[in-house]
């Protein structure tokens, strides 16, 4: 029992750790931050309205293209290598070979260029309305103090009090002993 009570705040700290350490490399890479295959994105246009709207965060999974249908919103890369969240409106080929005509919500025409399974990036499975806000201030370096030095300190901190705490204790229940 003892040894857990020292392994949950170890890997509290990893997973915090880890989390940080992913946030990290998201912002440096074009690729969107994955976990576990979901990958959570910021919208940052009203091209999905009343779907959903600029600032809301989806949520994607990975999928195979042969399980997606007409009517499914799809987030994908566009020829200019920027992600775009739009609904399939009609999908063209198959064995491997479809081709996938995405629409906004919130437009009068379908997309320009049609896109591949191979740009496909997931689709999307549901969305929080305004969370995109918080996550694009914690990338700032105010948002990145508040929000991930403060807590981790604290978290430090708690954890060196309890540990002095428990040492304490002991000494006064060895020193009570003799």
Do not use: W
Not at 6 to 27: G, H, Q, R, T
Not at 86 to 95: F, K, M
């Amino acid at each position: 029992m003892n040894i857990v009570k020292k392994a949950i705040p170890i890997v509290i700290f990893i997973l915090i750790l880890m989390i940080i350490v992913s946030i990290f490399i998201s912002l440096s890479s074009s690729k969107p931050l994955t976990f576990f295959g979901y990958k959570p994105l910021t919208v940052l246009s009203n091209s999905m309205v009343p779907t959903f709207e600029a600032g809301d965060v989806i949520i994607t999974k990975e999928i195979d293209a042969e399980d997606l249908k007409a009517g499914d919103i799809i987030t994908f890369y566009n020829k200019e290598n920027n992600l775009i969240t739009h609904r399939i409106t009609s999908i063209v080929g198959t064995g491997g070979e479809e081709h996938f005509y995405t629409q906004g919500d919130n437009n009068n025409t379908m997309d320009e260029d049609m896109t591949t399974a191979n740009k496909i990036v997931g689709k999307e499975l549901f969305h929080i309305p305004n969370l995109g806000f918080l996550s694009q201030y914690t990338k700032g370096p105010m948002g990145f103090l508040l929000f991930i030095i403060i807590p981790l300190a604290g978290y430090v901190c708690l954890t060196v009090y309890e540990k002095t705490k428990q040492q304490k204790k002991q000494e006064e229940f060895t020193k009570s002993k003799n």
